[in-house]
């Protein structure tokens, strides 16, 4: 789900720091507790989907898998060849659609009208596998509603096997134009050169480039007036730098640039003997990215570093990048195995269920690797049975765990009280498939302003009082769906998130049981805010607002500006307890006045 409007809001002040392992390992000290503001994240579940398949090697077979919490039907349609199949999806279970042959997007360079229109009633997660033997590969549908205008490809580059690095882009609306800066030479399109297509609803186009090492169409800028969905990939890719023998075709919806993020933890791949390959690349100039806390690049818009992690390491950046990790060619470690590429969700992305599903028979091999915070390890229940604690491994010192866990052929789900990460992938004999299972897509690379207010208070002991954090972009607008974790050091310990609604704002409530004082940090991403709020054990004076032992006409002001606000149970603006703030709780606090008129001390 997508807040589709916003609304112009107050400036703000920010704390950026670029500690942001600091910031995972202090917020994920103990468990927090999941509210009802899971509803308002911007996430991969959707009812509206307009995906491709990319071109394989030779014909592949092509499948969709679409998963639901939720039992629901739908349909499946290719408006461009009369195509259309209903379907039903029960909670729990994946629901398999095959797609037809000729909806492989085999032209370069063209327009055609291939794109696969999928509808639900209610929310589904939709997955694609384009498989063929020895060349397979899947991908996470992203729902229309957070399909954005701006996108940088990411593939993988051309080793001189078979020279075939691609992307695709589906439209979603009539008279849209994509305009793509290629950052090689494509056929007729020259390297650097911005150009125009133009598309309508349902269309797809394909650009691919065939020279030979290291050309590479991972960082070609591709934008539109109206949001479209782009698939980066390689037709039949060798990884690493062409020291495998066997190709793999690899193929991931890209998500738009505003879902970004700059913290990652990854997690070696299962039975993988000599690491896994990763990409990071950047959405702005001057991009600093470290890898376990050490500086390894620094990167302009488009750019990208490549490394060979062999252990679980965190990824992090001052500007939002995107990561995707790449199983290496079989020949690589001697492991039965071959190239896939699946994006990496930054942390702030994480979901708190998926239901996942394997590709029948073809790939005996199966695991999902499951990373959460260290607090949540053991919580997380697979299929209905919690993942052992013991199957976890630390991620340095990050605050996070990681597993590879085996699954079965077939469709799973995972849920947690906390948010974790999840990629589902498998092997075959020179084969391979890998996607994440689920994502949010909340526009957190857009977050340029955190604040948290009132940055003091003093409240009695026992009684339950909030913090609001803002979360603006750079034009000052509020940002709603964006994930705020909170932590609370001091005198009454504790943590817990919460999504921001329309106006940009997350509240975060607690009660005080001991006196002194408390630090609150709100943390997104890299971004931080701090309050500090008293814990008295005076017993509390009726309306008074400020708690300064007065009740005097600051407090009257107090609840006169939040006159029609809804009122939190023990909120003391409601002096009448009727659950909003009004006329009547200013007149019955006017009566208990400390001095003459409401005068100030």
């Known amino acids: 789900m997508k807040y589709a409007s916003r609304f112009v809001f107050g400036c703000a002040s920010r704390m950026r720091t670029s500690l942001v392992s600091s910031l995972l390992g202090l917020f994920f000290a103990g468990l927090f507790a999941v509210t009802s503001a899971m509803a308002q994240q911007a996430d991969s579940k959707g009812t509206d989907f307009w995906l491709m398949f990319n071109a394989n090697l030779t014909a592949p077979t092509m499948t969709l898998f679409i998963a639901g919490e939720e039992a629901t039907n739908g349909t499946v349609e290719i408006p461009g060849l009369a195509f259309s199949t209903p379907f039903n999806v029960v909670p729990g279970t994946a629901t398999t659609v095959s797609i037809p042959a000729a909806a492989e997007v085999t032209a370069v360079d063209t327009v055609q009208n291939k794109g696969i229109h999928v509808t639900a009633s209610k929310e589904v997660t939709v997955y694609g596998l384009n498989q063929r033997a020895n060349t397979t590969d899947a991908f ?22 078979v020279n075939a690095t691609q992307f695709g882009v589906v439209a979603t609306e009539d008279n849209t134009t994509v305009t793509i800066t290629p950052t090689v030479n494509s056929g007729a399109r020259p390297a650097g050169v911005p150009y125009n297509v133009s598309m309508n609803r349902g269309s797809t186009y394909q650009l691919r480039s065939v020279l030979s090492s290291p050309a590479d169409l991972s960082g070609s ?3 539109a ?3 479209i969905a782009v698939f ?14 066997a190709c793999d075709h690899i193929v991931e919806e890209i998500p738009p640039t505003s879902t970004w993020g700059q913290a990652f933890v990854t997690f070696p791949l299962a039975t993988r003997l000599s690491g896994d390959t990763f990409r990071v690349m950047a959405s702005a100039d001057v991009t600093s990215v470290s ?3 050490a500086n390894v690049a620094i990167l302009n818009r488009g750019e990208i570093y490549e490394t060979i992690l062999i252990s679980a390491s965190t990824i992090t950046a001052d500007k939002p990048v995107l990561v995707t990790q790449y199983s290496n060619g079989t020949s690589w470690d001697n492991v039965t195995s071959d190239p896939f590429e699946v ?6 992305q994480f979901l708190a269920s998926y239901t996942i599903s394997t590709p029948p028979v073809t790939f005996q091999i199966n695991y999902v690797n499951v990373v959460v915070a260290n607090a949540g390890v053991g919580a997380v229940v697979l299929d209905g049975v919690p993942i052992p604690a013991g199957s976890y491994s630390a991620i340095g010192a990050s605050g996070f765990s990681g597993a590879q866990v085996p699954v079965t052929v077939g469709s799973h789900t995972l849920s947690a009280p906390v948010p974790f990460g999840l990629i589902s992938y498998g092997f075959a004999d020179a084969d391979s498939y890998g996607y994440p299972g689920g994502l949010g897509l909340s526009e957190v690379a857009e977050l340029t302003d955190l604040t948290l207010a009132p940055k003091t208070a003093t409240n009695p002991i026992n009684t339950e009082h909030c913090v609001v954090a803002t979360t603006l972009d750079q034009q000052s607008d ?8 909170f932590v609370v050091t001091g005198v009454n310990p504790t943590n817990g998130f919460e999504f921001t609604q329309g106006n940009g704002e997350a509240q975060f409530c607690y009660t005080g049981t001991n006196a002194g004082d408390d630090l609150i940090t709100a943390t997104v991403g890299a ?11 005076t017993p509390a004076v009726a309306c008074d607002i400020d708690n300064d032992g007065d009740v005097d006409r600051n407090d009257i002001s107090l609840i006169t500006a939040a006159r029609n606000a809804v009122a939190l149970p023990g909120d003391p603006r409601d002096n009448d307890a009727n659950g909003v703030i009004n006329v009547s709780d200013a007149r019955q606090c006017t009566l208990l006045c400390t001095l003459a008129r409401c005068a100030t001390p």
């Open 527 to 537: 971004l931080s805010d701090t309050a500090t709020k008293t814990w008295t054990d």
């Open 478 to 485: 509020p940002l709603p769906g964006i994930r705020v974790d």
């Open 291 to 293: 890898v376990n806390g």
């Open 221 to 223: 800028i591709i934008s």
């Open 225 to 227: 007036d109206k949001p």
């Open 232 to 245: 980066g990939g390689h037709q039949c890719a060798n990884i690493p730098n062409g020291n495998t023998v």
């Open 140 to 161: 996470l549908g992203l729902p229309t509603d957070i399909l954005g205008t701006e996108y940088i490809n990411q593939g993988y580059k051309n080793v001189n096997i």
């Open 343 to 348: 994006v990496v969700p930054p942390f702030e």
